[in-house]
């Protein structure tokens, strides 16, 4: 099927006379009539569910959803992005274990990676996304065990090149995980160019309606653990707290790495998302298709709004034939570019603030990426914790507005922006 057709009917079945929608099992546990047909469960040896903590029927069939979207495998929802985040790179690292990542990323992951992981003793190398490919190449170490990166960075809105950082990393025999957010499916398939993970922070244009918090983590099942074996002992070696399992072995490529996580992270960390979460999460799914493409139409309009008013200074949006990420977006993102949007007001950091005092329509918000209208400050909100020269490498200068373009009527977007540039 279609991508259009897989967000309405992917991951879900019914049966003759069961429910058309997607049923929210909402229960902790679920009962079994003998010890033994539960303890199969717990061998992994049968199929089913015995603690919402670890699984739930509802998840499992959202999660499948966005693995036929994204053409992976196997697929886990989370409590957030965040979670998704940690456990992506936690599933294959350890202590005294080293990443590779893109240094223009959510300000969020950057904190979780370089402050939080680093005290359990993972250490991360941020690149440029934009690096030479002997950089790349230098920021590689012998305990390397993974590459990171974001298709459309948030909120520097760089383009990751996917295929060259794909390539940099199965040179060294390590997966490339990629976050997927802000393209969704709909715009990009990460592992069509060579990515082996993608995560995604559901919250954004997945949920569409700012309900739900969730994450999900999707394995395309293409990665050869078994060749670099001595690097990813955990899927690859008996797991003695799991009754002696080889991940590998038991689940193949295809199930390994989403088996691991479930039966080893989810169960000692608990960042389960909730099945009532995850409905609504399906509710946003099945208009993801059609979303995505008025927020890209609604995103270009207001690009070019921006870069022709001459009370604003800069306009990043790679959807503009001037971006320095221009052709990079046409390779990957041929079917639009989303719907965020930097940039900044003449006058700097008062003028921007000015700015968004005295929109109506658009609401000032920490939230991006959903069907209404919202604007960021960044440098005093989400990436706070930065200093100055952080901001820089990050790609997120002080004076920098996120605009996140919803889908309502271009006119009325376009009206607002105008009456609050004009009181500057």
Not at 113 to 129: C, D, S, Y
Not at 159 to 165: G, K, M, S, T
Not at 305 to 331: D, I, M, R, S, T
Request: proline letters at 4%; charged letters at 20%; a negative charge.
């Amino acid at each position: 099927m279609n991508q259009d057709t897989l967000c309405l009917h992917a991951g879900y079945t019914p049966g003759n006379g069961e429910p058309r929608q997607i049923p929210i099992i909402q229960s902790t546990t679920f009962r079994y009539a003998t010890s033994e047909a539960m303890g199969k469960l717990f061998d992994l040896e049968a199929e089913g569910y015995f603690y919402t903590r670890l699984q739930n029927p509802t998840n499992d069939h959202v999660a499948a959803k966005i693995a036929a979207l994204e053409g992976g495998t196997a697929a886990m929802l989370t409590s957030s992005g965040q979670a998704a985040s940690f456990y992506a790179i936690f599933n294959i690292c350890s202590c005294g274990d080293h990443v590779v990542s893109s240094s223009t990323i959510y300000g969020g992951t950057y904190n979780l990676f370089a402050v939080t992981m680093k005290r359990m003793g993972i250490e991360f190398t941020f690149v440029a996304p934009d690096c030479s490919d002997e950089e790349l190449d230098a920021a590689f170490r012998p305990n390397t065990k993974a590459v990171f990166g974001e298709t459309i960075a948030n909120p520097a809105l760089t383009v990751l090149d996917i295929e060259r950082f794909a390539k940099a990393a199965h040179a060294h025999g390590v997966p490339l995980i990629v976050d997927n957010t802000f393209a969704t499916p709909i715009l990009c398939r990460p592992f069509e160019w060579g990515a082996d993970i993608v995560t995604h922070s559901t919250t954004k244009y997945m949920d569409g309606h700012a309900a739900a918090v969730g994450g999900c983590i999707v394995d395309s099942g293409k990665f050869d653990w078994n060749a670099y074996a001595d690097k990813y002992p955990g899927l690859t070696t008996p797991d003695e707290s799991y009754h002696g399992i080889t991940y590998t072995e038991r689940f193949g490529l295809a199930g390994a790495y989403i088996t691991k996580a479930t039966a080893q992270l989810m169960r000692d960390f608990g960042s389960i998302q909730s099945p009532q979460n995850a409905y609504l999460l399906n509710l946003g799914l099945e208009s993801l298709h059609l979303r995505m493409r008025r927020h890209s139409e609604n995103g270009q309009a207001v690009a070019e709004f921006l870069e022709n008013h001459p009370k604003v200074g800069w306009v990043n949006y790679c959807g503009l034939q001037g971006n320095k990420y221009h052709a990079l977006a046409e390779k990957y993102l041929p079917d639009g570019c989303c719907g965020v949007v930097s940039f900044g007001v003449k006058g700097g950091r008062p003028a921007a603030e000015a700015f968004m005092k005295n929109l109506k329509l658009a609401s000032i918000a920490t939230h991006v990426a959903d069907a209404k209208t919202c604007v960021l400050h960044p440098a005093s909100s989400t990436h706070r914790q930065m200093n100055d020269e952080e901001l820089r490498a990050a790609g997120v200068p002080s004076d920098l507005v996120r605009l996140s373009v919803g889908i309502e009527d271009a006119k009325d977007i376009l009206a607002d922006l105008e009456q609050a540039l004009a009181q500057i």
